[in-house]
């Protein structure tokens, strides 16, 4: 089993939808999370980054984790065309990070 | 605002050539990482170093070496590229304050070996 699983998409909403990307890990013991966007032929930028189970919410974005299922999800309200990019999430394991494959979505106006 | 800046944005090299990817960041990072990221496999840890002249395997090391003589430079090398190893490079670097590590990704470099 990968110790991060990410569903590849592609994604395509509507502008103003919202948008719910979610990441499987497998190891228990891991307890910061993060989400990077990556726009086309650029580098990834963090996004969202959380410590344990929760909620954090950062205008539009929230990102959850549950670490009873270990699942964490990244809920984008009222997306925008600007929000069409690759979203990967990431788990620090150690001093490097375990990045899914990301998701790619596309928000249609 | 931390920058991470990669010597080239697009490379086209042939079989068997040594090929040099340099990576400098400008905020005093401890950590430096190199990836690589191809459809369908996403982004795969290469080497990374926590600091000067020391180096750590990532997950896919074969083929590759690094060197990390300075603080703010990271470079990777192909000593006889393959054309399995034409992907996009990316470098990180890293600090970590308390609890929270954000890794800052330079914009990439395409390689093509034909």
């Known amino acids: 089993q990968k110790e991060v699983e990410q569903d590849p998409g592609p994604l395509s909403v509507p502008e103003g939808a919202i948008v719910s990307l979610n990441c499987t890990y497998s190891?228990?013991?891991?307890?910061?999370f993060m989400w990077y966007r990556q726009y086309s032929r650029k580098g990834p930028e963090l996004l969202m980054y959380?410590?344990?189970?929760g909620n954090k919410e950062d205008g539009r974005f929230t990102a959850q984790v549950d670490k009873s299922s270990k699942y964490i999800s990244l809920f984008i309200r009222d997306s925008q065309p600007s929000d069409s990019a690759t979203y990967l999430c990431?788990?620090?394991?150690?001093?490097?990070?375990?990045f899914g494959k990301g998701t790619t979505l596309s928000v249609s106006s | 605002d931390v920058k991470v800046t990669q010597s080239s944005r697009y490379l086209v090299k042939r079989t068997g050539e040594k090929v040099f990817l340099e990576c400098v960041q400008d905020?005093?990072?401890?950590?430096m990482f190199w990836y690589r990221q191809d459809p369908g496999l996403g982004l795969r840890l290469i080497y990374f170093?926590?600091?000067?002249?020391?180096?750590e395997k990532g997950d896919i090391p074969e083929g590759y070496s690094v060197s990390r003589e300075k603080k703010e430079r990271f470079s990777l090398i192909l000593e006889s590229a393959s054309t399995n190893q034409t992907s996009m490079y990316l470098c990180?670097?890293?600090?970590?304050?308390?609890?929270?590590?954000?890794?800052?990704f330079g914009p990439g470099t395409r390689l093509l070996v034909l």
């Open positions: 190891n228990s013991a891991f307890q910061y």
């Open positions: 990180a670097s890293s600090l970590f304050q308390g609890t929270q590590e954000t890794q800052y």
């Open positions: 905020m005093d990072h401890e950590n």
């Open positions: 170093s926590y600091d000067v002249k020391m180096k």
């Open positions: 959380t410590y344990s189970s």
């Open positions: 990431a788990i620090k394991a150690g001093t490097a990070l375990i």
